[in-house]
């Protein structure tokens, strides 16, 4: 029990610390612990505030839904929203 106890500690600090976000050429990568995300830039359809609780590689309930490819989307949280959105080329929609 306490080596299960400590998995999910383990797991939670590593998610927490190793959280980021970057933009790289045509492409938004998202990284949260061992979970990643590759959005193509030209895919994303709109980028609009939240503060929807729902689980997503966010730290706070500060975020951005980014909607892209149709109907997916993923909600995220950068420090600079002002700078995260220049380097993405985009503006937010609301």
Do not use: Q
Request: no cysteine.
């Amino acid at each position: 029990m306490i080596g299960g106890t400590l998995i999910v500690v383990a797991l939670l600090i590593w998610m927490s610390i190793g959280t980021y976000y970057s933009v790289d050429k045509n492409t938004l990568k998202i990284v949260a612990g061992p979970i990643r995300w590759k959005v193509p830039i030209d895919e994303i359809t709109s980028v609009e505030r939240t503060r929807s609780p729902i689980s997503s590689p966010a730290l706070s309930l500060d975020r951005l839904r980014i909607r892209y490819s149709g109907k997916k989307s993923v909600m995220i949280s950068p420090a600079d929203k002002k700078r995260f959105m220049k380097a993405l080329g985009l503006e937010l929609t609301n």
